[in-house]
């Protein structure tokens, strides 16, 4: 099993920026991805973006490419989501997960409990 906890949520206005946090713990593989997912209400869960643990490639869905940027730290065990730029449309549900790359997204096989990021207008 591996938990994911976020944090870093909040309400910002438009143009402003917020960075996500998500801690894992457990059985960490390197052959796992971490990754964000966001749902807003009545939408379907979205892939964002996600990185490998080994070897760090980086993958974003194309509409938060050049705003939103993950990174990580080992030895930490933790990956961060840096949001800017944002927009009301980016509200939602952000969720960690941990779990495989396939082609250029993620499928998450852990997740974490969500922490809400509200943009205004």
């Known amino acids: 099993q591996v938990q994911l906890v976020e944090s870093g949520g909040g309400l910002v206005q438009a143009g402003d920026s917020l960075r996500l946090s998500c801690a894992a713990s457990?059985?960490?593989?390197?052959?796992?991805?971490m990754g964000w997912f966001r749902q807003a209400p009545g939408n379907v869960r979205e892939f964002v973006g996600a990185?490998?643990?080994?070897?760090?490639?980086?993958y974003y869905a194309d509409s938060v490419k050049g705003r939103f940027t993950i990174s990580r730290d080992n030895a930490k065990n933790t990956v961060y989501l840096q949001m800017n730029s944002l927009q009301p449309e980016d509200t939602a549900v952000y969720y960690c997960?941990?779990?495989?790359?396939?082609?250029?997204?993620?499928?998450?096989?852990?997740w974490g409990q969500g922490t809400q990021v509200t943009v205004s207008s």
């Open positions: 990185i490998r643990w080994s070897g760090g490639s980086i």
């Open positions: 457990g059985r960490t593989s390197s052959s796992y991805a």
């Open positions: 997960a941990a779990g495989l790359i396939v082609g250029r997204q993620m499928v998450g096989n852990y």
